[in-house]
Nanobody, 121 residues
């Protein structure tokens, strides 16, 4: 009963920019945290940026100063503005939401299907 709609991935040259968006909908009472992870070829999935319900934002060291995560709580949506992109940013980017459904006693976690970001000249 929960959906994550991801958009904004694509092909960009080094130094370029992209903006990813992720909108959550469905049986959500309250979001605990929401953000983006990525997985490059041959590597493990890693955190990129997340924001908690307490408005605490966490970034991977590799993207600090280049990526900015913002949120629109009314729309249950997060945006990842990615600037100064590097080839090493190439990966599949996955949206993630940690939330309480209505009547839940424990929180739930849900992953989007992923969107490809390719940085290449």
């Amino acid at each position: 009963q929960v959906q994550l709609v991801e958009s904004g991935g694509g092909l960009v040259q080094p130094g370029g920019s992209l903006r990813l968006s992720c909108a959550a909908s469905g049986n959500i009472f309250r979001i605990r945290s929401m953000g983006w992870y990525r997985q490059a070829p041959g590597k493990q999935r890693e955190l990129v940026a997340t924001v908690s319900s307490g408005n605490i934002t966490t970034y991977a060291d590799s993207v600090k100063g280049r990526f900015t995560l913002s949120r629109d709580n009314a729309k249950n949506t997060v945006y990842l503005q990615m600037n100064s992109l590097k080839p090493e940013d190439t990966a599949v980017y996955y949206c993630n939401v940690d939330y309480w459904a209505f009547r839940d006693s424990v929180p739930r976690n849900y992953w989007g299907q992923g969107t490809q970001v390719t940085v290449s000249s």
